[in-house]
Nanobody, 122 residues
Framework: QVQLRESGGGLVQAGGSLGLSCAASGRAFSNYVVGWFRQAPGKEREFVAAIRWSSIGTAYVDSVKGRFTIFRDNAKNTVYLQMNSLKLEDTAVYYC???????????????WGQGTQVTVSS
């Protein structure tokens, strides 16, 4: 079973950039889809972006299109989320998870990591 670990969160000013990593252990990503989600205080966990591991295909929520980029490094068994032009509303705990289809719903994913905090300040 694959275990996921997120890293790279931190504090950044609005308009700045931050990169997150999601590293797999225990089993390679193989044919999975890897998704990034985020959860702000008092809000539901929401889909951010996803990528197919073994073929071409990405998906983004509208609010991050043009600002965030999801990409993978097969050799490192790691998926990244590059976040540019960060806004206050991007503040949340960011999680990665694996699924079998390129979907934007929480129910399609499992094996959640522990999350990494991203805080955007004014």
């Amino acid at each position: 079973q694959v275990q996921l670990r997120e890293s790279g969160g931190g504090l950044v000013q609005a308009g700045g950039s931050l990169g997150l990593s999601c590293a797999a252990s225990g089993r390679a990503f193989s044919n999975y889809v890897v998704g990034w989600f985020r959860q702000a205080p008092g809000k539901e966990r929401e889909f951010v972006a996803a990528i197919r591991w073994s073929s071409i295909g990405t998906a983004y929520v509208d609010s991050v299109k043009g600002r965030f980029t999801i990409f993978r490094d097969n050799a490192k068994n790691t998926v990244y989320l590059q976040m540019n032009s960060l806004k206050l509303e991007d503040t949340a705990v960011y999680y990665c998870a694996v699924g079998s289809v390129l979907a934007g719903t929480r129910e399609a994913y499992s094996n959640w990591g522990q999350g990494t905090q991203v805080t955007v300040s004014s």
